[in-house]
């Protein structure tokens, strides 16, 4: 099946802002989503305490850099998304919670030219499963590499697949009926429709390894749970 091009992923997430719009709700579809948003947020304010500015990749609607505030409140936001709906109301949000500036940038991380070393934290929620093959993803670490201070950290959460057959179905299997726990066998079949349509993820030790080859010095793993994990680099 061909895959979503970057107009089809925009206009569904165009169409999406309110759910998006809640930090309780916004990523029900993906599993511990909101214990995930606030170890990120604990853990880049522990690592780069000092930290002056991030950069929001995928933000949505801003929660994770909104959850990040909440531990380093004055931090300048660069937040990028395909979606200028969606850019327009993180703006809106963030804004209200920081003193520091706010820019928006409508844009596709693979397009996107970043100033080296001018970031401190990079922050990447269900995005980089957008990626496709494997020379996007290496030329993505590094730039996100490149774009981090020296000590910075990227943090990521997302979806990734396994490389044994037996532990992707056993995963796959408790993730839908994750799903249909939550709003019934209907809602699991249109989300593993979108997934089937749209995403390309990747095993988390294999975007471990990728990362340590962009650069890294050391890689972390925070959570995993079935085919979800929150995990990131140090420069």
Not at 22 to 35: E, P, V, W
Not at 100 to 106: C, E, H
Not at 109 to 129: F, K, P, T
Request: proline share 4%; net charge negative.
């Amino acid at each position: 099946m061909p895959k979503s091009t970057v107009e089809e992923i925009r206009a569904r997430f165009d169409a999406d802002v309110e759910r998006f719009s809640n930090r309780q709700t916004g990523q029900t579809a993906a599993m511990d989503s909101a214990l995930c948003m606030e170890m990120i947020a604990r853990t880049a304010a522990s690592v780069t305490p000092s930290a002056a500015a991030v950069a929001d990749l995928g933000c949505g609607a801003g929660n994770y850099t909104l959850a990040l505030l909440d531990h380093l409140p004055h931090l300048q936001a660069t937040l990028i998304d395909l979606s200028r709906p969606m850019l327009d109301r993180a703006a809106q949000r963030v804004s209200a919670a920081t003193s520091g500036a706010v820019r928006t940038i409508q844009a596709d991380i693979r397009d996107l030219a970043v100033d080296e070393g001018s970031v401190d934290i990079i922050l990447a929620a269900a995005v980089l499963h957008h990626l496709r093959d494997d020379g996007e993803w290496d030329a993505v670490f590094e730039k996100l590499h490149r774009w981090l201070r020296p000590g910075g950290g990227l943090w990521i959460y997302d979806m990734v697949t396994h490389d044994s057959a037996a532990v992707q179905a056993l995963q796959w299997a408790r993730y839908g009926e994750y799903l249909a726990g939550y709003q019934g066998d209907a809602y699991r079949e249109k989300v593993f429709a979108y997934i089937e349509k749209e995403d390309t993820p990747r095993p988390l030790p294999w975007q471990l390894d990728r990362l340590k080859a962009a650069g890294f010095r050391s890689v972390e793993i925070l959570h995993k749970n079935g085919p979800f994990a929150a995990f990131g680099g140090i420069r």
